[in-house]
């Protein structure tokens, strides 16, 4: 099977080929550039590299969320016009779990960690023992002292990664059983989620473009700063 696969999650963005269970290419790019400037070049220049036609893919994938708002809209764009181009399926991925995929032969857990602005992270918990990673908990958005609350009575090992695990391990660094995960392996990298929708393929939990879908686990800012107006608005009311 041909996966290709696209991350536009966060500041970096990256795009993977991946055949039959192997590698094939990986372009990354984290150098402050919008997405829509990035991505679809990326991909055309990766195509053009591994002498893959687009028509050859057999599955498309992309991460969901959560992540930048902007940036997941792109790549779910992108992927899901690719596929309806093409009539492929698709891989919606969890950008946690791709983050948590990307520290093989570690043994332990696993807490990817994403900066989610006003004072929270978005996070979620993995058990890693002997290659395989197990989900322990949901994707969710929590404040980074619930982490700690989440963490410390773990009796084993705990890789932070993602762009929040600096921030994230400076703050819990009273936990003995935390461990920051090497740089490279913090960013999401598009490889990780071709390899986890590679898994999805074989459990047959592959989807349609048009039901590729963000899921962003809070609302957008334009919405929240929406409803914090009307709340001002009806107390100035009483």
Not at 44 to 57: F, N, P, Q, R, Y
Not at 105 to 114: C, S, T
Not at 172 to 190: S, V
Not at 194 to 206: P, R, W
């Amino acid at each position: 099977m041909t996966i290709l696969a696209v991350d536009t999650s966060s500041q970096a963005a990256s795009c993977a080929l991946w055949q039959d269970g192997v590698l094939a290419g990986e372009f990354f790019c984290n150098v402050g550039l919008t997405h829509s400037q990035t991505a679809m070049p990326m991909v055309e220049a990766l195509l053009h590299i591994t002498g893959v036609a687009l028509s050859d893919v057999d599955l498309l994938a992309v991460t969901t969320g959560p992540g930048s708002f902007t940036g997941l809209r792109i790549g779910i764009a992108s992927v899901k016009g690719m596929a309806m181009a093409l009539d492929k399926p698709c891989a919606g991925v969890s950008t946690l779990e791709a983050l948590a995929a990307g520290v093989p032969g570690f043994e332990g857990y696993v807490a990817p960690v994403m900066d989610a602005r006003r004072s929270q992270v978005y996070t979620a918990l993995f058990r890693s023992r002997d290659g395989v990673l197990e989900r322990l908990s949901p994707d969710q958005a929590l404040s980074v002292a619930e982490l700690g609350k989440i963490l410390a009575p773990l009796d084993g090992p705990v890789m932070l990664v993602g762009d929040g695990s600096v921030l994230c391990y400076q703050a819990l660094k009273d936990l003995p059983n935390l461990r920051l995960a090497p740089e490279g392996c913090r960013h999401q990298r598009a490889g990780w989620v071709a390899a986890v929708a590679a898994g999805m393929a074989e459990q047959k939990k592959l989807i349609s473009a048009e039901q590729l879908a963000p899921a962003y686990l809070r609302l957008p800012q334009a919405e929240r700063e929406r409803m914090e107006r009307e709340q001002q608005a009806k107390l100035r009311q009483q």
